[in-house]
């Protein structure tokens, strides 16, 4: 079962727009992380915020979390055509144990030039 | 150089076969986890691993079987292939709990 569902699916921009993606989850969590996952190769992980966080930024990227709607978004802002990928949510959950990741389906980002 | 690795980076075998994925880390994380992904399901976890000889299932271990008898290998094992687990197979590893996890680039296993 998906912890987490990403929204839209699927997102089409110019370089140079800003790209949000939204995040839902059911269960409360510990922290949520965001992952890029580029055609072919393995996820690689951009940015995690904890419960208790409600913002965080690293570069072009800020992530909201809103733990009473149980939802999260990723910004990136001034989109480039490197930034073409997936891009999944995951969720580490107060009830998962060890460590596990439960992530969602993911968006695919286009950028075009 | 340091990272995770898997291997091979592509598989095809035939239903009924015994196949054996590999996944090395040297970094000495604790934890190991094997992922599989497929078209409209995301990530599942199928078994991690918290240490040397401590493994777990996770949401898809059905088919799968896994050993760490070293902290640096993980191996996933297909005992025999069925062609519901062609699939995309990713190894991950991290240092601790509620910490990123880093992911191998993948093997891309077919079976016939």
């Known amino acids: 079962s998906q912890q987490g569902e990403e929204d839209p699916q699927a997102l089409s921009i110019q370089e140079g727009e800003n790209a949000t993606m939204n995040c839902s989850y059911k269960?409360?969590?510990?922290?949520l992380q965001w992952y890029r996952q580029n055609s072919g190769r393995g996820l690689v992980h951009l940015i995690l915020i904890r419960s208790n966080e409600r913002e965080k930024h690293s570069g072009r990227l800020r992530v909201t979390l809103d733990t009473s709607k149980k939802s999260s978004s990723l910004l990136i802002t001034a989109s480039r055509a490197a930034d073409t990928a997936s891009y999944f949510c995951a969720t580490d959950t107060l009830t998962g144990g060890g460590n596990k990741l439960t992530f969602g389906t993911g968006t695919q980002l286009k950028v075009e030039l | 150089d340091a990272g995770i690795t898997q291997s091979p980076r592509y598989k095809i075998t035939e239903t009924g076969r015994q196949v054996t994925l590999m996944c090395h880390q040297t970094w000495s994380h604790s934890y190991m986890f094997w992922y599989r992904q497929d078209l409209g399901h995301g990530l599942r976890l199928i078994y991690y691993?918290?240490?040397?000889?401590?493994?777990d299932k996770g949401e898809v271990p059905d088919g799968y079987v896994v050993s760490r008898s070293k902290t640096e290998n993980f191996p996933l094992t297909l005992e025999s292939a069925t062609r519901s687990q062609t699939s995309v197979y990713f190894c991950?590893?991290?240092?601790?709990?509620?910490?990123?996890?880093?992911f191998g680039d993948g093997t891309r296993l077919s079976i016939l």
């Open positions: 691993s918290a240490a040397a000889d401590i493994t």
């Open positions: 269960t409360s969590i510990n922290n």
């Open positions: 991950a590893s991290t240092e601790g709990a509620r910490q990123p996890q880093h």
